[in-house]
């Protein structure tokens, strides 16, 4: 969305729709997937877990972590990248409320 777009919607609506973007793609999934799963902070693993280039998994950890969902720290000539207990805490939180709100009433 456009900055005029989001403009439009208020703060908790922005914040979900980044947070569901940066979601929003199968490879994405897999990251997260295998950094819970190792439950540490990974280096140099990430490409060799995706049949993805270097690069594409470089754009998609930019994505994760510009939603705030994973953090990386520079370690010599790599970035260590792990969950952001924080930031996954509050999408849960985020991702609860919404589902939540759904009562199960069908209208159609």
């Known amino acids: ?3 005029t777009k989001t403009d439009n919607f208020n703060t908790a609506q922005n914040r979900t729709a980044v947070l569901m973007k940066a979601l929003g ?3 994405r999934i897999a990251i997260l997937e295998f950094l819970i799963k ?3 902070c990974i280096c140099n693993d ?6 993805l280039s ?9 994505e ?3 939603a705030g969902l994973i953090k990386g720290d520079i370690e010599g000539k790599s970035i ?12 849960q939180k985020i ?12 209208c159609c």
């Not at 270097?54 to 930019?62: D, E, G, I, P, R």
Request: glycine share 4%; hydrophobic share 40%; with cysteine.
């Open 1 to 3: 969305m456009g900055l």
């Open 25 to 27: 793609h199968p490879a």
């Open 38 to 40: 190792k439950n540490a």
């Open 46 to 51: 990430i490409v060799e877990e995706l049949p």
């Open 54 to 62: 270097q690069a594409t998994v470089s754009q998609h950890l930019k």
């Open 64 to 66: 994760l972590k510009e």
């Open 80 to 91: 260590c990248y792990c969950i952001d207990a924080k930031v996954w805490k509050e999408a």
């Open 95 to 106: 991702f609860n409320k919404l589902f939540d709100a759904y009562k199960g009433e069908s």
